[in-house]
């Protein structure tokens, strides 16, 4: 059975997007979207939207800070999925690039380090080093680390049981 949107005016929309907007940080395509579910036409989206801004209830920039070191303190997402992630949400390079500063980059090699050595301990034993190696490499990939990282921090793993 599919629910119906109900169809809101712009007063009785603003005080709900407010909300939707208070309790967690969005992006404007998340809002936009919202707004256009809430049966509003461009102009009124449009208007919503400069509202929201002007009262600072919607910061692009504050999203992608937010965001970003969420994902990688929450979920340890590396840099590529993040940057897939904000990307997806139309989120601008300048405020994607100002959010990755915000990940100390010693913090990002002792968590994909930690990744790698929980992953490796993971695995059997049985399977040869090379084949451990690959599946730990594609592991840390899948997460949204970089391949020469990767490989950097497995060859480390390695050298240091030996």
Request: aromatic share 14%; charged share 35%; net charge positive.
């Amino acid at each position: 059975m599919d629910k119906k949107e109900k169809k809101y005016t712009i007063q009785q929309a603003i005080p709900k997007i407010e909300y939707f907007c208070s309790y967690q940080e969005r992006c404007h395509h998340e809002v936009k979207s919202k707004l256009y579910d809430f049966g509003l036409n461009t102009d009124e989206v449009n208007e919503v939207l400069a509202r929201l801004v002007k009262a600072n209830f919607l910061n692009e920039e504050r999203f992608a800070i937010a965001f970003a070191t969420g994902k990688f303190r929450q979920k340890k997402w590396g840099l590529n999925k993040i940057i897939f992630q904000l990307k997806s949400k139309n989120v601008s390079d300048f405020c994607i690039k100002k959010a990755l500063t915000y990940i100390v980059d010693d913090d990002y090699d002792e968590t994909i380090a930690q990744l790698a050595e929980k992953y490796f301990k993971k695995l059997k034993s049985s399977d040869k080093i090379f084949v451990r190696q690959q599946k730990v490499i594609q592991f840390l990939m899948s997460k949204g680390y970089e391949y020469e990282k990767c490989k950097i921090v497995v060859k480390k793993f390695l050298n240091e049981q030996t």
